[in-house]
């Protein structure tokens, strides 16, 4: 994956790229994207550790679950060299002024999204990569969607035979079950769930037998 075109990082929580203003809401969650302003759940520090590890890597098509208001599809979309980018949520209806800036930006072949789609849903999940991508492998997935065990789970089990040989299958926030915060501990988020690296501890022992 590498730039195609420059991003001014302004600060950790505000970047530009293409004139179009991101910025990220890790706090209240409740920002809108707008037509000049896309809001982002990720901030400046995690998108160029992505760019950084995968500057080595062919990027052709990045499949994207949970995407809130759209930010981070937008963002590969418009800054990076990856052929396609599709992605989905289960928030319906999408923000309505993505079709917009799509279209603005010049990127309706490049980004696909879908609203209204649980990452769980095999035959809606499969149905997106087939429209989408035709019998064209998965370079890059990355589930940033619910983060709940048994969620993650079924949409590996969906997603993961599309993956290319060598490419990279990316699950964001295993470890909320053992970060020392009382919005964990306490069950304030996630409260009743198994915890999200019981998912990884099996991907281990599967890969110990099937590398």
Not at 74 to 80: D, H, I, K, M, Q
Not at 82 to 106: M, S
Not at 121 to 141: F, H, N, S
């Amino acid at each position: 994956m590498q730039l195609c075109k420059p991003v001014d990082w302004i600060s950790e929580k505000k970047f530009v790229v293409d004139g179009l203003e991101f910025g990220s809401d890790l706090g209240s969650y409740k920002e809108v994207t707008t037509a000049d302003r896309v809001v982002i759940l990720k901030d400046a520090r995690l998108l160029r550790q992505y760019l950084d590890f995968l500057a080595p890597h062919a990027t052709g098509n990045i499949f994207e679950l949970g995407i809130w208001q759209g930010g981070s599809p937008l963002f590969y979309g418009l800054a990076t060299d990856a052929r396609k980018v599709v992605a989905l949520d289960i928030a319906n209806p999408a923000p309505p002024v993505l079709d917009e800036i799509i279209r603005r930006h010049g990127i309706d072949d490049k980004v696909k999204l879908h609203f209204g789609v649980s990452q769980d849903d095999r035959r809606a999940v499969r149905e997106i990569i087939a429209g989408d991508l035709g019998d064209e492998p998965i370079d890059i997935v990355i589930d940033d969607a619910s983060h709940q065990y048994g969620f993650t789970r079924r949409s590996f089990e969906i997603v993961f035979p599309r993956l290319r040989p060598g490419g990279f299958y990316i699950i964001e926030d295993w470890q909320w079950a053992h970060i020392d915060s009382p919005v964990y501990q306490e069950g304030l988020n996630f409260g009743g769930e198994p915890a999200l690296s019981n998912f990884i501890f099996e991907l281990l022992i599967a890969y110990g037998g099937h590398p």
